[in-house]
């Protein structure tokens, strides 16, 4: 997108993506920077992550980015996209930096059967979980998952997760029966 990216990666372990936006944020606008004989950040505020429940959310949520751009009125088709990943599964376009993951591989037995599923799957795909879910989610560092999985990282961070609305808890002002009214 033109003032943001999205990323859909499994780490390997624990601080990897830490590692990773690091690295982006700093080698990478140092050279596009120099490149473009400019200064400054290069996209807008912090990197934002979410957990995502692979079991149920990860098909959504694949096609939440992959369709991204076509939603906000920049392509007509995902495949149009010149920074999409599109391309590589639903034509084979070669790309070092993106792997094909085992649910991709195990669409088909052969890379022409794969293709054709994966842009089979991107023309009728509805998704049962809303965008503003995912964006919400992502906004916050939410979690994109149902309640077992949202337990099972309470369970594993001994931490209860808990969503507020921005700012200050609200006041409540409970008047005592017996004052009068005015």
């Known amino acids: 997108m033109p003032n943001h990216f999205h990323l859909l990666v499994e780490p390997k372990e624990k601080d990897n993506i830490s590692w990773l936006m690091k690295l982006l944020g700093g080698k990478y606008v140092r050279y596009f920077n120099n ?17 995502i429940d692979k079991e149920l959310y990860f098909l959504a949520c694949l096609h939440y980015i992959e369709m991204n751009p076509v939603r906000k009125g920049i392509v007509n088709s995902p495949e149009f996209y010149p920074w999409s990943s599109y391309r590589v599964r639903a034509f ?11 649910w991709y591989n195990a669409l088909g037995n052969n890379e022409t059967e794969r293709q054709m599923k ?44 808990i969503f507020r609305l921005p700012g200050r808890p609200r006041i409540k002002i409970v008047k005592n029966k017996s004052d009068p009214v005015s």
């Open 35 to 51: 490149a473009y004989k400019r200064t400054g950040t290069l996209w807008e505020g912090r990197f934002k992550s979410s957990l």
């Open 118 to 161: 994966y842009r089979n799957f991107f023309q009728h795909f509805r998704p049962e979980i809303p965008y503003t879910l995912i964006r919400n989610m992502t906004k916050r560092n939410g979690i994109v998952g149902g309640n077992d999985f949202r337990e099972s990282i309470e369970k594993l961070t001994h931490r209860e997760i």
């Open 92 to 102: 084979g376009e070669k790309n070092s930096i993106i792997d094909l993951d085992l």
